[in-house]
């Protein structure tokens, strides 16, 4: 497992595991956000953009270090 900060444009990822104050893991889970879905980084940095199942998802700051995520190969993806 590795901080979704860590990936670059186009490398896409399956989420493990998401860090932090209950309210906030459960709000990314309303937005689709949530253990077991594949992203798509489609921006890296401050602010981050995902696409999450064809929906596109801004994270600020350090949001993207408290999701870690398992890389997915072309092969896996």
Known sequence: MIP???LRAGEKAEIAAVHGDAA???RLADL???E???VCVLQPGSPCLLDVS???LCLRG???AEIY???LTA???
């Open 54 to 56: 064809g929906t596109r």
């Open 32 to 34: 689709g956000l949530r």
């Open 62 to 64: 350090t949001d993207s």
């Open 69 to 71: 995520v398992r890389p």
């Open 75 to 77: 092969k896996n993806a």
């Open 4 to 6: 979704l900060d860590t």
């Open 36 to 38: 077991g879905c594949a």
């Open 24 to 26: 906030w893991v459960g």
